[in-house]
């Protein structure tokens, strides 16, 4: 994505927020907190707009990006609370389950997940729930660079079969590292794929 053209079109902290929503298609981005989202966004937009380290449970948003003219970057808070059965649901929970049933131009959600704890139950309610939505879904497992290779393919191995028990479609599974950048030029591919035409 050429660098001039990224930015940071809105945020929302809840539902009457949302921005508009336009011809230009949307990917979003989603999963536990602390799985890497914001340093992944980062390494696709190379320009630092996402805050890394964020407190889990903090108040969070909604943020689009607009990565350029053909595409926007959704960038979805973080879960592991808001979807575990004994806490209230947070108004961050209502802003992820509006967003993902209700968005039109919402084209493919990218599911974030953490290699060296595997699936938890909130990132299964997820899979489920773009299932049902029958919205389009990429695994994506990040941190690579702290795995060693044989590791790796088992958890790929492991995720691939749960995978097939929670979604009906095909989910393809990418592997990234934000630190080291393995991966990117797939996931960067993926993503793309969903760029207006
Ligand atoms: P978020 O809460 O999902 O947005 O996660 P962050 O991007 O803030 O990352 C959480 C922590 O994991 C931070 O300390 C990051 O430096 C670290 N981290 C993120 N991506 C990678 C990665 O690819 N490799 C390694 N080794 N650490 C990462």
Known sequence: FTKTKVGLLGSAKKVESFIEESSIPEVAFIGRSNVGKSSLINSTTQRGLAKTGNRPGTTQSINWYQISNSLRLVDLPGYGFAFAAEEK?????????????????????????????????????????????????????????????????????????????????????????????????????????????
């Open 89 to 197: 649901l947070e108004t961050w929970g209502e802003l992820i389950n509006t967003y993902l049933t209700t968005r039109k131009t919402l084209k493919c959600v990218f599911v974030l997940v953490d290699p060296r704890f595997g699936l938890k139950d909130s990132d299964r309610q997820l899979l489920k729930l773009l299932d049902q939505q029958k919205i389009k879904t990429h695994v994506v497992m990040t941190k690579c660079d702290l795995m060693t290779q044989d590791h790796l393919a088992k958890r790929h191995f492991i995720i691939t079969q749960e995978i097939e028990q929670l979604h009906h479609s095909v989910v393809p599974i990418i592997m990234v590292s934000a630190k080291n950048l393995a991966g990117m030029g797939d996931f960067l591919n993926a993503v793309k794929r969903f760029k207006l035409k």
